[in-house]
């Protein structure tokens, strides 16, 4: 019989929310009892990402600039999925354009 391994929820309070992001502090439960207090849980917006291969087997890469790490790196294509987007599948070929 498998061990259960889930958390238990105790509290949850949200710290900041934002269009790109929400931060929230948890208080948590382990199954042997111990509490971990705190839990910080950053939510995103829902992303689509895709591994694009061309016709001869080869990866389709990105060059995007990401600012915490202050350059560009090569990344698969993706994003996050717009309002504007009818669901992951539009978002990600969006994102291949």
């Given at each position: 019989?498998?061990?259960?391994?889930?958390?238990?929820?105790?509290?949850?309070?949200?710290?900041?929310?934002?269009?790109?992001?929400?931060?929230?502090?948890?208080?948590?439960?382990?199954?042997?009892?111990?509490?971990?207090?705190?839990?910080?849980?950053l939510e995103y917006p829902d992303w689509a990402t895709a591994l694009a291969l061309t016709v001869e087997g080869k990866v389709l890469l990105v060059r995007q600039y990401r600012h915490p790490i202050g350059r560009s790196v090569l990344e698969i294509p993706g994003g996050c999925v717009d309002a504007?987007?009818?669901g992951p599948d539009?978002?990600?070929?969006r994102e291949l354009l």
């Amino acid at each position: 019989m498998a061990k259960n391994l889930d958390w238990e929820l105790v509290s949850s309070e949200y710290m900041f929310r934002d269009d790109w992001f929400t931060a929230r502090r948890d208080v948590c439960r382990r199954p042997d009892g111990k509490i971990i207090s705190p839990y910080y849980v950053l939510e995103y917006p829902d992303w689509a990402t895709a591994l694009a291969l061309t016709v001869e087997g080869k990866v389709l890469l990105v060059r995007q600039y990401r600012h915490p790490i202050g350059r560009s790196v090569l990344e698969i294509p993706g994003g996050c999925v717009d309002a504007t987007d009818a669901g992951p599948d539009a978002a990600i070929r969006r994102e291949l354009l």
